[in-house]
């Protein structure tokens, strides 16, 4: 990636597939950016870009690369793979640049007090995932046009979709009268069926009809 092309891509701001940082004062908290790209769309985090998009550099940026490449081969599990390159401003700063794929295998996950905690990126944000976003980023690469038989509880759904334009889990598992581990595998099913998809919150998850 050239210089010219780091501008253009800082001026546009953060978003789906892009992010970007200062500095690696935090890689344990840069590393939920990085996870949340690779299981979502993929995408690219700068090093060396302020807040407001601004290209200032970062001085001694190989040693920023060495804690992130450390903190990626530590935290991050199942192993990601990334490429990363340094463009230099001058000869005293650069801009590192790491290129996350949509990873095959996703989901990733940080080790946290042994906890497995998987993150998804929304719009500019990268957030938490779900148990039912866990279970859909794990078997959405694996199963290609599932088959699935409506039932009263998928009448349901689709009938308070029609009406409110969006439900959580919660919702449905109180209008239907299910108990929360059917709902939340019913849920899961219709967005593996692309019948309906999932649109991740940082509190709870809503479900949305699927866009033709």
Do not use: C
Request: glycine share 4%; hydrophobic share 40%; aromatic share 8%.
């Amino acid at each position: 990636m050239t210089l010219h092309e780091i501008i253009k891509l800082a001026q546009q701001g953060e978003g789906l597939k892009v992010e970007f940082k200062k500095k690696a004062a935090f890689p344990e908290k840069i590393v939920r950016e990085i996870i949340a790209l690779a299981n979502t769309e993929g995408g690219v985090l700068l090093i060396g870009v302020d807040d407001d998009g601004t290209v200032s550099g970062q001085r001694f940026i190989e040693e920023e690369i060495f804690v992130m490449e450390k903190a990626i081969r530590e935290l991050v599990r199942p192993e990601l793979e990334y490429k990363v390159e340094l463009v230099k401003l001058n000869a005293k700063k650069g801009v590192a640049v790491f290129q996350i794929p949509k990873s095959e295998n996703r989901p990733h996950y940080l080790l946290d007090q042994n906890r497995k905690r998987a993150y998804v990126r929304v719009a500019d944000r990268s957030i938490q995932a779900s148990k039912e976003m866990w279970e859909i980023l794990k078997r959405d690469k694996m199963q290609q046009n599932m088959v699935f038989t409506y039932g009263d509880k998928e009448t349901v759904l689709m009938k308070a979709l029609a009406e409110k334009g969006k439900v959580t889990l919660k919702d449905f598992q109180n209008f239907a009268k299910l108990p929360r581990f059917l709902a939340s595998k019913t849920l899961v099913r219709l967005v593996l069926a692309n019948v309906i998809q999932i649109v991740p919150q940082e509190k709870e998850d809503f479900y949305i009809p699927k866009e033709s």
